[in-house]
Protein backbone atom coordinates (compact mmCIF):
# COMPACT_ATOMS: atom_id res chain seq x y z
CA UNK A 1 0.00 0.00 0.00
CA UNK A 2 1.42 3.85 -0.57
CA UNK A 3 1.51 6.72 1.80
CA UNK A 4 -0.96 8.56 2.20
CA UNK A 5 -0.36 12.42 3.82
CA UNK A 6 -1.25 12.81 7.66
CA UNK A 7 -2.06 16.34 6.88
CA UNK A 8 -4.97 15.74 4.89
CA UNK A 9 -6.54 14.55 8.38
CA UNK A 10 -8.38 16.88 11.01
CA UNK A 11 -8.01 16.07 14.66
CA UNK A 12 -11.18 14.72 14.65
CA UNK A 13 -10.58 12.13 11.83
CA UNK A 14 -6.83 11.42 13.04
CA UNK A 15 -8.48 10.28 16.92
CA UNK A 16 -10.66 7.68 14.74
CA UNK A 17 -7.48 6.10 12.82
CA UNK A 18 -4.83 6.35 15.07
CA UNK A 19 -5.13 4.41 18.17
CA UNK A 20 -5.26 5.83 21.39
CA UNK A 21 -6.88 8.70 19.86
CA UNK A 22 -4.93 11.40 22.58
CA UNK A 23 -2.14 10.40 20.26
CA UNK A 24 -3.39 11.80 17.07
CA UNK A 25 -3.19 15.36 19.26
CA UNK A 26 0.11 14.88 20.11
CA UNK A 27 0.96 14.06 16.76
CA UNK A 28 -0.73 17.13 15.79
CA UNK A 29 1.50 19.50 18.42
CA UNK A 30 4.10 17.48 16.46
CA UNK A 31 3.45 18.78 13.12
CA UNK A 32 1.84 21.85 13.46
CA UNK A 33 3.33 23.53 16.21
CA UNK A 34 6.67 22.19 16.64
CA UNK A 35 7.36 21.73 12.75
CA UNK A 36 9.02 18.46 12.97
CA UNK A 37 9.72 16.66 9.60
CA UNK A 38 10.32 13.47 10.41
CA UNK A 39 7.85 10.79 12.65
CA UNK A 40 11.59 9.76 14.63
CA UNK A 41 11.18 13.40 16.09
CA UNK A 42 7.88 12.71 17.89
CA UNK A 43 9.92 11.87 21.12
CA UNK A 44 6.81 11.22 23.18
CA UNK A 45 5.72 8.83 20.92
CA UNK A 46 6.20 5.09 21.57
CA UNK A 47 8.66 3.47 18.93
CA UNK A 48 6.46 0.73 17.25
CA UNK A 49 3.63 3.34 16.61
CA UNK A 50 6.26 5.79 15.10
CA UNK A 51 7.64 3.29 13.28
CA UNK A 52 4.06 2.47 12.11
CA UNK A 53 3.24 6.06 11.18
CA UNK A 54 6.48 5.86 9.21
CA UNK A 55 5.47 2.84 6.94
CA UNK A 56 1.99 4.43 6.18
CA UNK A 57 2.18 8.35 6.64
CA UNK A 58 4.33 11.20 4.84
CA UNK A 59 4.70 14.75 6.65
CA UNK A 60 6.09 16.55 3.36
CA UNK A 61 2.86 16.62 0.55
CA UNK A 62 4.76 19.84 -0.81
CA UNK A 63 8.45 20.85 -1.39
CA UNK A 64 9.72 24.33 -2.15
CA UNK A 65 10.11 24.07 -6.11
CA UNK A 66 11.76 28.59 -6.23
CA UNK A 67 11.51 31.69 -4.52
CA UNK A 68 11.17 34.87 -6.07
CA UNK A 69 11.75 37.61 -3.46
CA UNK A 70 10.31 40.95 -4.32
CA UNK A 71 12.43 44.23 -3.58
CA UNK A 72 9.18 45.33 -1.81
CA UNK A 73 9.59 41.89 0.64
CA UNK A 74 7.25 40.14 -0.60
CA UNK A 75 7.96 36.56 -1.61
CA UNK A 76 6.45 33.98 -4.17
CA UNK A 77 7.09 30.53 -3.49
CA UNK A 78 6.14 28.00 -6.40
CA UNK A 79 5.41 24.42 -4.51
CA UNK A 80 6.22 20.87 -6.49
CA UNK A 81 3.56 18.55 -5.28
CA UNK A 82 3.72 14.37 -5.22
CA UNK A 83 2.52 13.89 -8.70
CA UNK A 84 4.74 17.08 -9.86
CA UNK A 85 2.14 19.52 -11.00
CA UNK A 86 3.09 22.58 -9.32
CA UNK A 87 1.20 25.38 -7.49
CA UNK A 88 2.06 28.64 -5.79
CA UNK A 89 1.55 30.87 -2.83
CA UNK A 90 2.79 34.19 -2.14
CA UNK A 91 4.12 35.58 1.43
CA UNK A 92 3.33 39.42 2.31
CA UNK A 93 5.00 41.19 4.87
CA UNK A 94 1.64 43.89 5.33
CA UNK A 95 2.88 46.09 8.02
CA UNK A 96 6.44 46.70 9.36
CA UNK A 97 8.05 45.72 13.24
CA UNK A 98 7.17 48.29 15.33
CA UNK A 99 9.41 49.72 18.10
CA UNK A 100 9.22 52.36 20.28
CA UNK A 101 11.85 55.00 21.14
CA UNK A 102 13.61 52.82 23.44
CA UNK A 103 13.75 50.04 20.84
CA UNK A 104 11.26 48.33 22.55
CA UNK A 105 9.14 45.91 20.14
CA UNK A 106 5.80 46.72 19.76
CA UNK A 107 4.70 44.45 17.04
CA UNK A 108 6.67 42.05 14.91
CA UNK A 109 6.16 42.13 11.58
CA UNK A 110 2.09 41.39 10.16
CA UNK A 111 2.30 38.51 7.55
CA UNK A 112 -0.48 37.88 4.85
CA UNK A 113 -0.05 34.33 2.76
CA UNK A 114 -2.11 34.20 -0.15
CA UNK A 115 -2.40 30.50 -1.02
CA UNK A 116 -3.81 28.23 -3.79
CA UNK A 117 -6.87 25.70 -3.39
CA UNK A 118 -6.62 23.93 -6.71
CA UNK A 119 -4.07 23.18 -9.70
CA UNK A 120 -4.97 25.75 -12.60
CA UNK A 121 -8.99 26.52 -12.18
CA UNK A 122 -11.98 25.50 -14.22
CA UNK A 123 -13.38 29.41 -14.09
CA UNK A 124 -11.74 30.65 -16.99
CA UNK A 125 -11.65 33.97 -16.51
CA UNK A 126 -9.89 36.27 -19.15
CA UNK A 127 -8.11 38.34 -17.88
CA UNK A 128 -6.32 35.63 -15.41
CA UNK A 129 -3.57 33.55 -16.17
CA UNK A 130 -4.28 30.77 -13.85
CA UNK A 131 -8.05 30.10 -15.69
CA UNK A 132 -5.85 30.17 -18.83
CA UNK A 133 -4.24 27.54 -17.93
CA UNK A 134 -6.92 25.14 -17.38
CA UNK A 135 -7.88 22.98 -14.68
CA UNK A 136 -5.61 19.87 -13.62
CA UNK A 137 -6.84 18.88 -9.61
CA UNK A 138 -8.25 19.90 -6.86
CA UNK A 139 -5.63 20.41 -4.36
CA UNK A 140 -6.11 18.39 -1.02
CA UNK A 141 -6.60 19.19 2.33
CA UNK A 142 -2.56 19.13 3.60
CA UNK A 143 -1.65 20.66 0.29
CA UNK A 144 -3.64 23.61 1.43
CA UNK A 145 -1.98 23.61 4.85
CA UNK A 146 1.03 22.78 3.89
CA UNK A 147 1.38 25.81 2.01
CA UNK A 148 1.08 28.38 5.68
CA UNK A 149 3.18 25.55 6.93
CA UNK A 150 5.86 25.99 4.79
CA UNK A 151 6.04 29.33 4.20
CA UNK A 152 6.20 29.60 8.40
CA UNK A 153 9.31 27.20 8.86
CA UNK A 154 11.09 28.61 5.74
CA UNK A 155 10.88 32.27 7.42
CA UNK A 156 11.04 31.48 10.69
CA UNK A 157 8.02 32.62 11.72
CA UNK A 158 7.18 31.14 15.35
CA UNK A 159 4.02 28.85 15.26
CA UNK A 160 2.51 31.35 17.69
CA UNK A 161 2.92 34.50 15.34
CA UNK A 162 -0.29 35.54 14.05
CA UNK A 163 -0.64 35.37 10.11
CA UNK A 164 -3.73 36.02 7.80
CA UNK A 165 -4.79 33.83 5.02
CA UNK A 166 -6.01 34.42 1.68
CA UNK A 167 -7.52 32.35 -0.58
CA UNK A 168 -6.37 34.49 -3.47
CA UNK A 169 -3.69 31.99 -5.54
CA UNK A 170 -4.40 29.88 -7.81
CA UNK A 171 -8.20 27.89 -8.03
CA UNK A 172 -11.64 29.02 -7.45
CA UNK A 173 -11.87 27.79 -3.49
CA UNK A 174 -15.65 27.30 -3.54
CA UNK A 175 -15.12 24.49 -6.01
CA UNK A 176 -13.27 22.66 -3.56
CA UNK A 177 -15.33 23.26 -1.13
CA UNK A 178 -15.43 20.18 0.86
CA UNK A 179 -11.14 20.32 1.26
CA UNK A 180 -11.29 23.83 1.88
CA UNK A 181 -13.60 23.07 4.67
CA UNK A 182 -11.24 20.72 6.28
CA UNK A 183 -8.16 23.29 5.73
CA UNK A 184 -10.22 26.05 7.30
CA UNK A 185 -10.71 23.36 10.24
CA UNK A 186 -7.30 22.22 10.65
CA UNK A 187 -6.13 26.06 10.49
CA UNK A 188 -8.28 27.01 12.98
CA UNK A 189 -7.87 24.30 14.98
CA UNK A 190 -6.27 25.32 18.45
CA UNK A 191 -3.53 22.26 18.21
CA UNK A 192 -3.75 23.09 14.55
CA UNK A 193 -1.88 26.11 12.84
CA UNK A 194 -4.42 27.82 15.40
CA UNK A 195 -5.57 30.82 13.41
CA UNK A 196 -8.82 32.67 13.73
CA UNK A 197 -11.02 31.69 11.38
CA UNK A 198 -10.97 36.21 11.26
CA UNK A 199 -7.92 35.90 9.55
CA UNK A 200 -8.70 33.79 7.10
CA UNK A 201 -10.64 34.71 3.71
CA UNK A 202 -12.37 33.21 1.13
CA UNK A 203 -12.42 34.58 -2.05
CA UNK A 204 -14.48 33.66 -4.80
CA UNK A 205 -15.14 34.76 -8.44
CA UNK A 206 -18.91 34.50 -7.06
CA UNK A 207 -20.21 30.69 -7.24
CA UNK A 208 -23.83 31.86 -5.49
CA UNK A 209 -25.00 28.53 -4.06
CA UNK A 210 -21.62 27.77 -2.76
CA UNK A 211 -21.86 30.90 -0.89
CA UNK A 212 -25.16 30.30 0.66
CA UNK A 213 -23.35 26.53 1.55
CA UNK A 214 -20.13 28.28 3.08
CA UNK A 215 -22.54 30.47 4.71
CA UNK A 216 -24.50 27.50 6.39
CA UNK A 217 -21.40 25.99 7.49
CA UNK A 218 -21.23 28.93 9.99
CA UNK A 219 -17.02 28.70 9.80
CA UNK A 220 -16.69 32.47 10.73
CA UNK A 221 -14.60 33.14 7.80
CA UNK A 222 -14.43 36.26 5.96
CA UNK A 223 -15.96 36.40 2.54
CA UNK A 224 -14.07 38.17 -0.48
CA UNK A 225 -15.93 38.23 -4.04
CA UNK A 226 -14.01 39.00 -7.08
CA UNK A 227 -16.97 41.40 -8.52
CA UNK A 228 -14.74 43.25 -11.34
CA UNK A 229 -17.97 44.45 -13.23
CA UNK A 230 -21.05 46.17 -12.40
CA UNK A 231 -23.24 45.11 -15.15
CA UNK A 232 -23.72 41.72 -16.59
CA UNK A 233 -22.74 42.29 -20.19
CA UNK A 234 -19.11 43.18 -19.09
CA UNK A 235 -18.65 40.44 -16.04
CA UNK A 236 -19.50 38.00 -18.74
CA UNK A 237 -17.13 38.94 -20.50
CA UNK A 238 -14.66 38.87 -18.11
CA UNK A 239 -15.81 36.17 -16.15
CA UNK A 240 -17.97 33.48 -18.46
CA UNK A 241 -19.07 32.34 -15.06
CA UNK A 242 -21.61 34.95 -14.51
CA UNK A 243 -23.68 33.51 -17.03
CA UNK A 244 -24.95 30.88 -14.56
CA UNK A 245 -24.34 33.19 -11.90
CA UNK A 246 -25.21 36.75 -12.06
CA UNK A 247 -24.61 39.92 -10.10
CA UNK A 248 -27.82 39.82 -8.52
CA UNK A 249 -27.40 36.36 -7.54
CA UNK A 250 -24.08 37.39 -5.71
CA UNK A 251 -25.55 40.32 -4.30
CA UNK A 252 -28.62 37.88 -2.80
CA UNK A 253 -25.98 35.52 -1.09
CA UNK A 254 -23.66 37.88 0.19
CA UNK A 255 -26.84 39.56 1.96
CA UNK A 256 -27.50 36.15 3.55
CA UNK A 257 -23.64 35.25 4.54
CA UNK A 258 -22.98 35.50 8.52
CA UNK A 259 -20.06 37.82 9.03
CA UNK A 260 -18.94 39.25 12.29
CA UNK A 261 -20.34 42.12 13.57
CA UNK A 262 -16.92 44.18 13.35
CA UNK A 263 -16.13 43.10 9.86
CA UNK A 264 -16.80 43.28 6.43
CA UNK A 265 -17.16 41.74 2.85
CA UNK A 266 -14.56 42.71 0.61
CA UNK A 267 -15.41 42.94 -2.85
CA UNK A 268 -12.47 43.15 -5.09
CA UNK A 269 -12.57 45.18 -8.22
CA UNK A 270 -9.62 44.41 -11.09
CA UNK A 271 -9.69 47.96 -12.72
CA UNK A 272 -8.85 48.00 -16.57
CA UNK A 273 -8.04 50.78 -18.47
CA UNK A 274 -10.94 51.72 -20.44
CA UNK A 275 -13.40 49.14 -19.63
CA UNK A 276 -14.35 49.54 -15.57
CA UNK A 277 -12.59 52.76 -14.79
CA UNK A 278 -14.81 55.46 -15.45
CA UNK A 279 -16.98 56.71 -12.80
CA UNK A 280 -20.63 55.75 -14.21
CA UNK A 281 -19.46 52.26 -13.16
CA UNK A 282 -18.03 53.43 -9.21
CA UNK A 283 -21.53 55.55 -9.18
CA UNK A 284 -23.18 51.98 -10.11
CA UNK A 285 -21.25 50.02 -7.41
CA UNK A 286 -22.14 52.50 -4.77
CA UNK A 287 -26.01 51.38 -5.76
CA UNK A 288 -25.02 47.92 -5.96
CA UNK A 289 -23.33 47.68 -2.52
CA UNK A 290 -26.08 49.90 -0.90
CA UNK A 291 -27.37 48.01 2.66
CA UNK A 292 -24.18 45.55 2.53
CA UNK A 293 -21.68 45.96 4.80
CA UNK A 294 -18.95 46.16 2.22
CA UNK A 295 -15.65 46.92 1.49
CA UNK A 296 -14.32 47.87 -1.62
CA UNK A 297 -10.80 46.92 -2.81
CA UNK A 298 -9.66 48.26 -6.05
CA UNK A 299 -6.49 45.86 -7.80
CA UNK A 300 -4.51 47.39 -11.20
CA UNK A 301 -4.45 44.94 -13.60
CA UNK A 302 -1.61 43.73 -13.86
CA UNK A 303 -0.87 43.10 -18.06
CA UNK A 304 0.78 39.71 -18.81
CA UNK A 305 1.97 38.26 -22.43
CA UNK A 306 -0.82 37.37 -24.37
CA UNK A 307 -3.27 39.47 -22.70
CA UNK A 308 -5.26 42.47 -24.81
CA UNK A 309 -6.71 44.76 -21.42
CA UNK A 310 -4.18 47.40 -19.91
CA UNK A 311 -3.46 48.51 -16.99
CA UNK A 312 -5.40 51.54 -15.80
CA UNK A 313 -3.79 55.20 -15.42
CA UNK A 314 -3.20 55.79 -11.69
CA UNK A 315 -5.12 59.17 -11.69
CA UNK A 316 -8.21 57.16 -12.49
CA UNK A 317 -7.95 54.89 -10.10
CA UNK A 318 -7.77 57.43 -7.49
CA UNK A 319 -10.87 59.01 -8.97
CA UNK A 320 -12.82 55.87 -8.80
CA UNK A 321 -11.57 55.48 -5.12
CA UNK A 322 -12.61 59.18 -4.37
CA UNK A 323 -16.32 58.73 -5.81
CA UNK A 324 -16.91 55.72 -3.39
CA UNK A 325 -15.35 57.05 -0.38
CA UNK A 326 -17.24 60.10 -0.92
CA UNK A 327 -20.41 58.25 -1.39
CA UNK A 328 -20.10 56.43 1.94
CA UNK A 329 -18.25 53.13 0.53
CA UNK A 330 -14.85 52.13 2.53
CA UNK A 331 -12.75 51.47 -0.05
CA UNK A 332 -8.84 50.58 -0.09
CA UNK A 333 -6.36 50.01 -3.34
CA UNK A 334 -4.82 46.64 -3.52
CA UNK A 335 -0.59 47.59 -3.25
CA UNK A 336 0.91 46.29 -6.48
CA UNK A 337 3.26 44.15 -4.09
CA UNK A 338 5.58 41.84 -5.86
CA UNK A 339 5.19 43.65 -9.26
CA UNK A 340 8.98 43.16 -10.14
CA UNK A 341 8.38 38.95 -9.22
CA UNK A 342 5.49 38.01 -10.89
CA UNK A 343 2.48 39.59 -9.24
CA UNK A 344 -0.52 38.12 -10.30
CA UNK A 345 -1.77 35.10 -9.71
CA UNK A 346 -0.63 32.22 -11.96
CA UNK A 347 2.44 34.28 -13.58
CA UNK A 348 5.18 32.09 -11.73
CA UNK A 349 4.35 29.06 -12.58
CA UNK A 350 4.02 30.55 -16.57
CA UNK A 351 7.08 31.45 -15.85
CA UNK A 352 8.65 28.30 -14.78
CA UNK A 353 6.88 26.21 -16.97
CA UNK A 354 8.50 28.52 -19.96
CA UNK A 355 12.29 28.24 -19.31
N1 LIG B 1 -10.72 32.20 -7.83
C1 LIG B 1 -10.88 33.08 -6.73
C2 LIG B 1 -9.66 33.08 -5.86
C3 LIG B 1 -8.36 33.36 -6.61
S1 LIG B 1 -8.18 35.00 -6.56
C4 LIG B 1 -11.25 34.45 -7.20
O1 LIG B 1 -11.18 34.72 -8.40
O2 LIG B 1 -11.68 35.23 -6.36
C5 LIG B 1 -7.10 35.43 -7.72
C6 LIG B 1 -6.97 36.92 -7.61
O3 LIG B 1 -6.04 37.37 -8.55
C7 LIG B 1 -8.31 37.61 -7.90
O4 LIG B 1 -8.54 38.64 -6.97
C8 LIG B 1 -8.07 38.16 -9.28
O5 LIG B 1 -8.82 39.30 -9.47
C9 LIG B 1 -6.59 38.43 -9.25
N2 LIG B 1 -6.04 38.47 -10.59
C10 LIG B 1 -6.13 37.55 -11.56
N3 LIG B 1 -5.51 37.97 -12.68
C11 LIG B 1 -5.02 39.20 -12.41
C12 LIG B 1 -4.28 40.16 -13.14
N4 LIG B 1 -3.91 39.93 -14.39
N5 LIG B 1 -3.95 41.32 -12.52
C13 LIG B 1 -4.31 41.55 -11.24
N6 LIG B 1 -4.99 40.69 -10.50
C14 LIG B 1 -5.36 39.52 -11.06
FE1 LIG C 1 -10.09 31.17 -11.43
FE2 LIG C 1 -10.09 33.30 -9.78
FE3 LIG C 1 -8.43 33.20 -11.93
FE4 LIG C 1 -11.05 33.50 -12.29
S1 LIG C 1 -9.66 34.92 -11.22
S2 LIG C 1 -9.73 32.08 -13.44
S3 LIG C 1 -11.88 32.26 -10.66
S4 LIG C 1 -8.38 31.88 -10.15
Known amino acids: MSKISILDFTKEELSVKI ?11 WVYKKYVNSFKDMKNIPND ?19 EQSNDGSKKYLFLLKDGKTVESVLLPMKKEKTNEEGKLLHHTRYT ?15 CLTGKSGFLRNLTPGEITSQVLMIKKDNDIAQNRRVNIVFMGMGEPLDNLSNVQKAINIFSDPLGLSISPRRQTISTSGLSTQIKKLGNMNLGV ?21 KAYNIKSIIDAVKEFPIDARKRVMF ?17 LVKL ?10 IFFNPHAGSSYERPEVKDVLKFQDYLLKHGVLCTI ?20 KK
Open 19 to 29: KPSFRAKQIYE
Open 49 to 67: LREKLEEDYYLDPLKIATI
Open 113 to 127: ICISSQVGCKIGCSF
Open 222 to 242: LLAISLHAVDDELREQLMPIN
Open 268 to 284: EYLVIKNLNDDIKSAKK
Open 289 to 298: LNGIKAKANL
Open 334 to 353: RESKGLDISAACGQLKDREE
